[in-house]
């Protein structure tokens, strides 16, 4: 074993049995994956494909059918790896009755930090997952989003190594998705391995290192993200302070003839609805009081907030794709 | 007043204990082999090599090991089990060796099963389980579970309304009904609290976050146990509280006066002369042969006795003026009319030193010194001395010994001296009765009136301790003290019934005034019997639960709880002694309308319903393991009627449950080490 790895997985196996024993649903089939020191690895694949099935076992929640799972070099029944594990289930399903503070406390003692610690350290997630306002609410008037902050607070409360998410983005709003795709980001910053399942492909695409797709329980693709998504036979242009124009169109073709290319498109780039919605948000928060009034322009696209918003490209920019001849 | 305690069984003693725990080994020992078995079976084969090689050596080893023994130990038995029908064995040797190997192939079963758990016990930890223990303790509160206990208002609002008023049943009925209505109220709590736990936790998914934590599944158990066990207590010491002040200010003075107390009895050992059977009295046909009659003796007979022999006494009633003896008997009439004339019975107190032919010597000084009217002259005194000495150098005493009886004699008796000339002294009757008990050893009550079921009692002098409790030379074999009572001619044709503890000393002072101090503390100690039977059910309902859904965990736990009730019954059952026979045979009976107590006549399918019962006994044996001897924890009885609980009954009630429940814990702990949390349910 490679002495980075810290997830690693055999042949990982699991067929659902009902109570009879009897085989109901092969939900993984021969898994082998490694998973590395320091990496952001998610785990993708429509719905039913043995994402959640890979992390139970992975956890010591289900028992493999064949095969064996390896965290921390243990094996996964083993409980004492769970020290530098935190995991954040696919529902935070946590005690509805306490509160955000009791919640962390009492996680805090099952993994025996003392009292001091505990408080410091729920203060600090609190703060840092949002929940200041809240955190004397006891959990079950939490919306789902509430609850799935408190849940991924309790899954850092001891500072894990290996933090395992099994769709951490769902029912966040897309700026709850930011902040937790910022996190992951920052976790992976501090050296921290996450593991997280989607399939939200945005969100894989915007943090995971590498992947793994899951379809009906197999591997289907494994391997960096950026290396995966790759279109080797396409090459894309971007360029600013341009007008689109036939002139400019013509010139190109020229160009790319000669290099023995081809001009797919070319035109102004669109962006994505998240960072369409991300702006609007921000710009609602400048201008308090501001609404949407039928009949009217939606809000105003200003240079101003244009430019200091870093995630939109700036007016002007147009994309070319060229497509390779040979 | 009522106050009669009856046992259906002997009160537990510390000698009962070796043989409870044989028979613990030997049944806890069987199921444990029967687990062993179906785990070599079914989850050692289906092991994969990897997990398989993953068990340390010297546990593989160890294990190996005890299964040897046992199974080595259960063919032994099995062996001697078979040498009946061997007709040249010697049956006590077969049956010894039954035994013994039976509880080694226990013990060795039991260490086999028991080792991974031992191991997995170590690595608990105190906090973690803490922290379990608090979530279960508030997931109660804040899901209101408290606010049914509010029902127990009911009793202290509505309570004097059904409680009978007469002061004889008064402190009984209000015991029974608080202690009754708490136990219903809690115990059915706990067992939904408990049986509901950890499968809600299970299908709710919140238990992933805790067993993805360093958390050693059985510390949810242990978690879970204690948290509703602690919240238990709190809410039973609170109600116990409440009730006892309820109970205090709610009887009537007289009532009070009569039973607010705390007895703590003496007992002896009851037998019977001139009856015919040393055992028993006579038969009066009641029913329930609980107690013996006798009767007064027909002109040519030997006049019947019981006889309550006690073998040894605590000296500190030696200091006390007089030793309080009550008792409380049945009376059986053969002649109507005396309704309300008790029957009369001589009581005859004497210790081991007690000279049968001073009888009359004793009568004779008795009313000699009894007439003088409490004033003793020189002369009375100096020949009351030395009829003392002539019996003093009957008992081959040493002449030092001798000498230092008498002096301390003279002084008890001229300790009141009255002046004038010629010197005279007070001693009062009491004082005269006690000298004399203290002289001979005995202490009589020739006609005492009895009334049915009502507990009476005799100030006897202490004097008669004093005397018992002297260095025992010249008594022989003969027990420290004896009590014989008979019943006078004038209640001839009247039966009295006695049992064992129909008759006891009182050890603790009647006079001493903390009566109801110490009913208090029973009140409390009655209560610790509840507790107990609260920590049973919460563990059995947790601990099916490990398994089992939270519906069928609370009927299994229930049922077992109401079977610990029947138990008794059910036991008559699985030894073939209740009337009538097993099912198959009630039922070859039920078709053929036949009388229970006729043997079945010989047909094949008698012969095939009587041998299926055989079997059936056998099952009902082995499920009869599981279910807890609950009864032996209701201690209301005591309380009701006045008794101290003894804390050997408490110490011994919490080791048998608590060996009741470790098997049950430790098959908890397996299956929910096994069980796939997140798996199918
Ligand atoms: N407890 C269970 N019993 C029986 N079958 C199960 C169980 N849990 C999951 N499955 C089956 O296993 C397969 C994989 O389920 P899994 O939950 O791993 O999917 P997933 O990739 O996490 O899906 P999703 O994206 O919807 O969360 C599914 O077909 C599912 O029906
Ligand atoms: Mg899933």
């Given at each position: 074993m490679q002495k980075d790895v810290i997830v690693e997985t055999r042949k990982l196996t699991k067929i659902y049995r009902d109570f009879w024993g009897r085989q109901k649903k092969t939900a993984l089939r021969a898994l082998n994956i490694e998973i590395r020191q320091g990496e952001v690895f998610g785990l993708l694949g429509p719905n039913g494909s043995g994402k959640t099935t890979t992390v139970k076992l992975l956890l010591g929640l289900l028992y493999p059918t064949d095969g064996e799972a390896f965290v921390f070099g243990k094996p996964a029944a083993d409980v004492g790896k769970n020290e530098r594990i935190g995991y954040l289930p696919e529902e935070s399903y946590l005690y509805r009755f306490l509160d955000a503070e009791e919640t962390l406390d009492f996680y805090g003692r099952l993994f025996n930090l003392p009292a001091s610690q505990r408080r410091t350290k729920a203060q600090e997630l609190i703060e840092k997952v949002g929940l200041k306002a809240d955190r004397k609410r006891p959990l079950?008037?939490?919306?789902?989003?509430?609850?799935?902050?408190?849940?991924?607070?309790?899954?850092?409360?001891?500072?894990?190594?290996?933090?395992?998410?099994?769709?951490?983005?769902?029912?966040l709003d897309p700026l709850g998705a930011r902040w937790m795709k910022?996190?992951?980001?920052?976790?992976?910053?501090?050296?921290?391995?996450?593991?997280?399942?989607?399939?939200?492909?945005?969100?894989?695409?915007?943090?995971?290192?590498?992947?793994?797709?899951?379809?009906?329980?197999?591997?289907q693709a494994y391997g960096e993200v950026q290396t995966l998504l790759q279109d080797h036979r396409r090459i894309e242009l971007r360029a600013s302070d341009l007008q689109l124009s036939d002139d400019l169109r013509r010139d190109l073709e020229e160009l790319l003839r000669k290099h023995g290319g081809k001009l797919d498109t070319i035109g102004h780039p669109t962006t994505t609805l998240e960072d369409y919605f991300l702006r609007i948000v921000e710009e609602s928060k400048a201008h308090p009081g501001r609404r949407f009034l039928p009949g009217k322009e939606p809000l105003p696209r200003t240079e101003k907030v244009m430019r200091s918003e870093s995630i939109a490209p700036t007016e002007g920019e147009s994309t070319t794709r060229i497509t390779d001849r040979g | 007043m009522f106050a009669v305690l009856t046992f259906d069984r002997d009160p537990v003693?510390?000698?009962?204990?070796?043989?409870?725990?044989?028979?613990?080994?030997?049944?806890?020992?069987?199921?444990?082999?029967?687990?062993?078995?179906?785990?070599?079976?079914?989850?050692?084969?289906?092991?994969?090599?990897?997990?398989?090689?993953?068990?340390?050596?010297?546990?593989?080893?160890?294990?190996?090991?005890?299964?040897?023994?046992?199974?080595?130990?259960?063919?032994?038995?099995?062996?001697?089990?078979?040498?009946?029908?061997?007709?040249?064995?010697?049956?006590?040797?077969?049956?010894?060796?039954?035994?013994?190997?039976?509880?080694?192939?226990?013990?060795?079963?039991?260490a086999a099963a028991g080792l991974p758990f031992a191991v997995g016990l170590s690595s608990l930890r105190f906090r973690r389980i803490w922290a379990l223990a608090k979530l279960s303790f508030k997931e109660a509160v804040r899901n209101r579970v408290l606010y049914g206990f509010s029902a127990i208002l009911l009793v202290f609002l509505f309570g004097s309304w059904f409680i009978p008023y007469k002061p004889e049943y008064q402190v009984r009925s209000y015991v029974g009904v608080v202690y009754w209505m708490m136990k219903v109220l809690l115990l059915v709590t706990a067992i939904i609290v408990a049986a509901f736990s950890i499968p809600t936790d299970i299908r709710r998914q919140t238990i992933h976050t805790i067993v993805t934590k360093p958390v050693e599944r059985f510390e949810i158990v242990l978690g879970r146990f204690f948290g509703f066990t602690a919240l238990m207590t709190l809410v039973l010491l609170l109600m116990t509280s409440v009730s006892v002040i309820y109970v205090l200010r709610g009887v009537d003075p007289a009532a009070a006066e009569e039973s607010l107390k705390a007895r703590e009895p003496l007992y002896g050992t009851l037998h019977f002369e001139n009856t015919g059977n040393k055992e028993k009295g006579t038969n009066v046909g009641?029913?329930?042969?609980?107690?013996?009659?006798?009767?007064?003796?027909?002109?040519?007979?030997?006049?019947?006795?019981?006889?309550?022999?006690?073998?040894?006494?605590?000296?500190?009633?030696?200091?006390?003026?007089?030793?309080?003896?009550?008792?409380?008997?049945?009376?059986?009439?053969?002649?109507?009319?005396?309704?309300?004339?008790?029957?009369?019975?001589?009581?005859?107190?004497?210790?081991?030193?007690?000279?049968?032919?001073?009888?009359?010597?004793?009568?004779?000084?008795?009313?000699?010194?009894?007439?003088?009217?409490?004033?003793?002259?020189?002369?009375?005194?100096?020949?009351?001395?030395d009829g003392y000495r002539t019996r003093l150098t009957n008992l081959s005493l040493g002449p030092l010994e001798l000498n230092e009886r008498l002096?301390?004699?003279?002084?008890?008796?001229?300790?009141?001296?009255?002046?004038?000339?010629?010197?005279?002294?007070?001693?009062?009757?009491?004082?005269?009765?006690?000298?004399?008990?203290?002289?001979?050893?005995?202490?009589?009550?020739?006609?005492?009136?009895?009334?049915?079921?009502?507990?009476?009692y005799i100030d006897v002098p202490a004097g008669l301790f004093r005397n018992a409790l002297q260095a025992r030379a010249g008594a022989g074999a003969r027990p420290l003290l004896q009590v014989r009572v008979s019943v006078t001619q004038q209640s001839a044709t009247q039966y009295v019934g006695m049992a064992k503890y129909d008759l006891y000393w009182r050890l603790d002072d009647p006079k001493s005034g903390h009566e109801k101090a110490a009913f208090t503390l029973n009140f409390y100690k009655g209560a610790f019997g509840l507790w107990l039977r609260l920590c049973l059910v919460i563990g059995l309902a947790v601990a099916l639960s490990t398994y089992l859904s939270g519906v069928i965990s609370m009927l299994v736990a229930g049922m077992l709880y109401l079977g610990g009730g029947a138990l008794d019954y059910i036991q008559?059952?699985?030894?073939?002694?209740?009337?009538?026979?097993?099912?198959?045979?009630?039922?070859?009976?039920?078709?053929?309308?036949?009388?229970?107590?006729?043997?079945?006549?010989?047909?094949?399918?008698?012969?095939?319903?009587?041998?299926?019962?055989?079997?059936?006994?056998?099952?009902?044996?082995?499920?009869?393991?599981?279910?807890?001897?609950?009864?032996?924890?209701?201690?209301?009885s005591y309380v009701g009627e006045g008794f101290n609980i003894p804390w050997t009954q408490l110490v011994l009630d919490c080791g048998a449950l608590s060996l009741y429940l470790l098997p049950w814990f430790v098959a908890a702990y397996y299956l929910l080490k096994w069980r796939e949390i997140a798996g199918p349910t």
């Open positions: 079950r008037e939490y919306s789902k989003g509430m609850r799935q902050r408190i849940g991924l607070a309790q899954a850092l409360i001891n500072d894990p190594d290996l933090i395992i998410l099994d769709e951490p983005t769902s029912g910022d996190l992951i980001c920052d976790l992976r910053a501090l050296g921290k391995t996450v593991i997280m399942c989607s399939h939200r492909l945005e969100d894989v695409q915007d943090v995971c290192d590498r992947i793994a797709i899951l379809n009906e329980g197999e591997l | 003693q510390y000698q009962d204990v070796p043989a409870q725990l044989f028979s613990w080994i030997q049944s806890a020992g069987g199921w444990a082999a029967f687990g062993v078995l179906v785990w070599l079976l079914a989850g050692y084969t289906r092991m994969r090599a990897e997990d398989r090689a993953r068990i340390p050596v010297w546990q593989k080893r160890v294990f190996a090991a005890s299964v040897g023994v046992s199974l080595l130990a259960y063919l032994i038995a099995g062996g001697a089990w078979l040498t009946q029908y061997v007709p040249r064995i010697k049956a006590e040797t077969a049956i010894a060796t039954y035994f013994f190997s039976l509880i080694i192939g226990g013990v060795g079963a039991l009641r029913e329930w042969d609980y107690r013996s009659y006798i009767t007064a003796a027909s002109p040519n007979q030997e006049p019947q006795y019981a006889v309550w022999d006690f073998a040894e006494a605590p000296s500190f009633l030696a200091d006390r003026d007089s030793v309080r003896c009550e008792f409380a008997f049945d009376i059986y009439r053969t002649t109507k009319g005396f309704e309300n004339r008790g029957v009369s019975c001589k009581f005859e107190f004497q210790t081991a030193h007690f000279n049968e032919r001073d009888k009359d010597s004793y009568n004779a000084d008795r009313s000699r010194w009894l007439s003088k009217g409490g004033l003793f002259s020189q002369k009375d005194l100096d020949d009351w001395l002096d301390k004699k003279r002084l008890r008796l001229i300790a009141q001296p009255l002046p004038g000339d010629p010197p005279q002294y007070r001693l009062s009757d009491a004082a005269i009765e006690d000298e004399l008990a203290e002289e001979y050893g005995y202490y009589v009550v020739p006609a005492k009136d009895i009334t049915d079921y009502h507990t009476l008559s059952i699985a030894q073939g002694t209740a009337p009538g026979g097993g099912p198959m045979e009630a039922l070859v009976r039920l078709a053929n309308r036949q009388v229970a107590l006729i043997p079945l006549e010989d047909s094949t399918a008698a012969t095939l319903a009587t041998s299926t019962d055989v079997v059936f006994r056998w099952f009902i044996r082995r499920v009869l393991d599981l279910i807890p001897d609950v009864d032996r924890y209701d201690l209301t």
